[in-house]
């Protein structure tokens, strides 16, 4: 799934891509809830939940969950946290962390500049430009799309030329 680029975009804008791994940035709790329901679907419940105390009930049908899980792993989380009140963590690092790879996949492609980077995650471009330099940090994840500059209502006024005369 590619995430299309728009001016003005900010961080917030970006979803959790599908893909998403844990890292050394991830709390204990979300790496232990990660282990049961995947990497991307523990973020979705960090970005619902984060910093919460919610209750998970014992039958998936009255469990809080089911507002961003599927069934099967609403189940699954009854079965596991069942009858228990949970602190779910804020965990503001991994799901920034996620959110960006896009954005420096998009830099090392050469699709976007630094200074655009920094624009829309908020930071300053020496950060930018480590991450994309010296870490391995978002090293397999898919770049942003750029809208075609090319308006589809115009005609083309000249052909790109191929050498030959005509």
């Not at 619902?48 to 014992?58: M, P, T």
């Not at 069942?82 to 503001?92: F, K, L, S, T, Y």
């Not at 996949?105 to 950060?127: P, Q």
Request: include cysteine.
């Amino acid at each position: 799934m590619s995430v299309a680029y728009f001016p003005g975009m900010k961080l917030e804008d970006l979803p959790i891509p599908r893909d998403v791994a844990v890292t050394r940035r991830w709390p204990d709790q979300l790496v232990e809830m990660a282990d049961h329901i995947g990497a991307y679907h523990a973020l979705r419940v960090v970005e619902r939940f984060g910093g919460q105390k919610i209750y998970v009930a014992a039958d998936p049908e009255r469990n809080c969950l089911r507002e961003v899980l599927d069934a099967r792993l609403t189940r699954t989380m009854s079965h596991v946290y069942g009858r228990q009140e949970i602190d779910v963590p804020v965990a503001r690092a991994a799901l920034a962390e996620a959110r960006r790879a896009p954005i420096i996949a998009s830099v090392r492609n050469g699709d976007m500049t630094v200074a655009e980077a920094a624009r829309i995650l908020g930071t300053a471009r020496t950060y930018v430009s480590q991450l994309v330099n010296r870490s391995r940090e978002a090293a397999d994840a898919e770049p942003l799309r750029r809208p075609s500059l090319r308006d589809p209502r115009q005609i083309e006024m000249f052909e790109p030329w191929d050498g030959t005369s005509r």
